[in-house]
């Protein structure tokens, strides 16, 4: 492919050739394309609302509420846990300002101090507590998933962390 840019004289032109150094290559017929625009999106106001309505269903008769830091978990491990546990006991994972909607000004709401990071929420339906988390404890260790701990929980309207220390009544 040859350019003429300009006339020099009525005789000279200026003729630029493709160059050879692959850096400056360039084709016109095989143009790439722009890489794709990606935009992610927020979540929907309709979104967060069920979501909020969804932690306040699993709210009622609820025993207990913990937090369990759950980064590097794969989405075939909560499947895996989800399958695991009790039918008393239901796991989800939700925005902590979503969780926190729910809970705000109930005896639930102990439990905003653990509302940092990534957390999924295990919601326990049943007085026997140690039953409903057990598989939990298990899938832990058989995953080896010791630094993904409880965060946190609330029990009848007072916080428990990690380590013992108390939080006190909500």
């Known amino acids: 492919m040859e350019v003429s840019?300009?006339?020099?004289?009525?005789?000279?032109?200026l003729t630029l050739k493709p160059s050879t150094n692959p850096l400056f290559?360039?084709?016109?017929?095989k143009r790439s394309k722009p890489p794709p625009t990606h935009i992610r999106a927020a979540i929907s106001r309709t979104k967060k609302e069920e979501t909020v309505d969804t932690v306040k269903t699993h709210l009622e008769n609820c025993h207990l509420i913990a937090a369990i830091k759950y980064k590097g978990f794969t989405v075939k491990q909560?499947?895996?846990?989800?399958r695991s546990l009790p039918e008393n006991t239901k796991l989800i994972v939700?925005?902590?300002?979503?969780?926190?909607?729910?809970?705000e000004g109930t005896q639930w709401e102990a439990l905003k101090p653990c509302m940092s990071g990534m957390n999924a929420w295990l919601f326990v339906h049943t007085e026997e507590i140690p039953?409903?988390?057990?598989?939990?404890?298990?899938?832990?260790?058989?995953?080896?998933l010791e630094e993904n701990d409880f965060a946190g929980?609330?029990?009848e309207g007072v916080g428990y962390w990690i380590g013992g220390d108390f939080a006190g009544s909500g």
Do not use: C, G, M, W
Not at 5 to 11: A, F, I, K, P
Not at 25 to 29: L, N, R
Not at 78 to 82: S, T
Not at 94 to 103: H, P, R
């Open 78 to 82: 909560f499947q895996d846990l989800r």
């Open 94 to 103: 939700a925005k902590n300002t979503l969780v926190y909607k729910a809970i």
């Open 5 to 13: 840019l300009l006339s020099l004289s009525s005789s000279q032109n």
């Open 131 to 144: 039953a409903a988390i057990k598989p939990y404890r298990n899938f832990q260790k058989e995953k080896k």
């Open 153 to 155: 929980a609330v029990f």
């Open 25 to 29: 290559h360039f084709h016109p017929s």
